[in-house]
């Protein structure tokens, strides 16, 4: 079973727009992660958010962790067509241990 | 140093023949884990693997599906009498210890005929 899920499913933004993809888990985590996967091949970190931070800025990414609500979101700012990929969010510990679970992705797509 | 390693990229068999997936996982790393990810889906938990500790196998789909790992070095995922629905990504990724970013290889896509 999925421990996360994006929203929203697809995106579809023009360059130099923002964009902004939710996250919802459901236990409790002690970090949460967003990767990037291009072309439906390996999967890229981004950046790890801690349960004890709210916020996290890396470059033109933006994160934010909610844990009262079990939810996360990731902003691209300035997006560029080379920011098209897809995106997801994974936690260690979805359905018990120490596993990194993934959701069930967001599909970026910036146009020029 | 060299990054997650899987072998072959790309694997077309016959169903009901048995495949083999290897992954080198980077020097050191001492979790391992395996993923499936069919066409446009997400990443589908398979198994993980933590230094010397009983591996997670709870998100093996079948008993046609196995891995093992050698210490804290290579792995491989083993398939028996594949079926169509085998037909993914698999993909395999390392991490140096458990709740810290994984690295992943480029997968193995693997077509059951």
């Known amino acids: 079973s999925q421990q996360g899920e994006e929203d929203p499913q697809a995106l579809s933004i023009q360059e130099g727009e923002n964009a902004t993809m939710n996250c919802s888990y459901k236990t409790s985590i002690n970090n949460l992660q967003w990767y990037r996967q291009n072309s439906g091949r390996g999967l890229v970190h981004l950046i790890l958010i801690r349960s004890n931070e709210r916020e996290k800025h890396s470059g033109r990414l933006r994160v934010t962790l909610d844990t009262s609500k079990k939810s996360s979101s990731l902003l691209i700012t300035a997006s560029r067509a080379a920011d098209t990929a897809s995106y997801f969010c994974?936690?260690?510990?979805?359905?018990?241990?120490?596993?990194?679970?993934f959701g069930t992705g967001t599909q970026l797509k910036v146009e020029l | 140093g060299a990054g997650v390693s899987q072998s072959p990229s790309n694997k077309v068999t016959e169903k009901g023949k048995d495949v083999e997936l290897r992954c080198d996982p980077i020097s050191g790393h001492t979790a391992l884990y395996w993923y499936r990810q069919r066409l446009g889906q997400g990443l589908e938990f398979l198994i993980y693997f933590q230094g010397n500790s009983a591996p997670d196998k709870s998100g093996l789909p079948s008993d046609r599906f196995s891995a093992e790992r050698t210490g804290e070095s290579v792995s491989t995922l083993t398939i028996q009498r594949t079926q169509q629905e085998d037909s993914a990504v698999y993909l395999c990724?390392?991490?140096?210890?458990?709740?810290?970013?994984?690295?992943f290889g480029q997968g193995t896509r693997l077509t059951v005929v």
């Open positions: 990724a390392s991490s140096p210890r458990t709740v810290t970013e994984a690295f």
């Open positions: 994974a936690t260690p510990g979805g359905g018990g241990g120490n596993k990194l679970t």
